[in-house]
């Protein structure tokens, strides 16, 4: 895949200052990308660790070959990371990325964020905000950060809170419609749920309706259906 405009401008200014553009075409796009998240959080601190130096060129291993790796690792140490258009470079991982692709890189930034021993809140995040960029769900993003014994326990119960709120807040809604489609009101008790549901099935089966056409028919399923899952939500 050959590297857009945009990359490949960014990469002339801020990379190949210090390298040729062969050997930047010896390296994917999506390569750059990462060398350049890297490189963004092993300075968010102020300065590259020896520590994040090692974990930097230990990991690159598995994603480069040997005359690549030297590449990659000198490319994360002295890129310049001034002036970044985060949203376009946003844009562009995920046009040409997975899900699990981006997932694995989160995964990776927390390697890389932990292997001086603590994972500060501007590390955490900054990884945070790139999960919610790369379209991975909350919970998702959560149980990788549980794998790592260094993490905010400050920040976790906040972010718990907050979903375990929303997902809350949609089993509400989803009971409100739930009464709305049975035609009750919330108050109703679970005899009432009872009742109105065996009225409801008995006036859309099939066999209460064989004079209707087709398409009518087609209604009345789709209605039973809707019916079936309301039930279901405040029988629960």
Not at 116 to 124: A, I, R, T, Y
Request: proline share 3%; hydrophobic share 40%; net charge positive.
């Amino acid at each position: 895949m050959k590297p857009s405009a945009f990359l490949l401008s960014y990469i002339q200014q801020h990379i190949l200052k210090t390298h040729s553009l062969n050997e930047f075409h010896q390296l994917h796009p999506f390569d750059w990308q990462l060398i350049i998240l890297t490189a963004y959080l092993a300075n968010i601190d102020g300065q590259f660790s020896f520590f994040e130096t090692y974990k930097i060129q230990q990991t690159f291993k598995h994603f480069f070959n040997k005359t690549q790796q030297e590449l990659a690792c000198t490319s994360a140490k002295n890129v310049n990371l001034d002036n970044i258009n985060w949203p376009q470079f946003i844009k562009e991982i995920n046009s040409i990325s997975s899900v699990k692709d981006r997932l694995q890189v989160i995964t990776f930034l927390f390697e890389i964020a932990c292997t001086d021993g603590s994972l500060v809140d501007k590390e955490l995040s900054f990884i945070h905000q790139l999960s919610k960029d790369f379209d991975i769900k909350e919970i998702t993003f959560l149980k990788v950060l549980d794998k790592y014994k260094m993490w905010n326990k400050t920040f976790r119960s906040k972010v718990m809170g907050k979903l375990t709120a929303s997902q809350e807040n949609e089993k509400q809604q989803q009971r409100l419609r739930a009464f709305t489609i049975l035609g009750l009101l919330p108050h109703a008790n679970i005899d009432d749920i009872k009742k109105r549901y065996r009225e409801l099935m008995k006036k859309h089966h099939p066999d209460a309706n064989p004079h209707l056409s087709s398409s009518e028919m087609i209604f009345h399923r789709k209605q039973m259906f809707k019916i079936n899952e309301a039930y279901a939500i405040l029988t629960k």
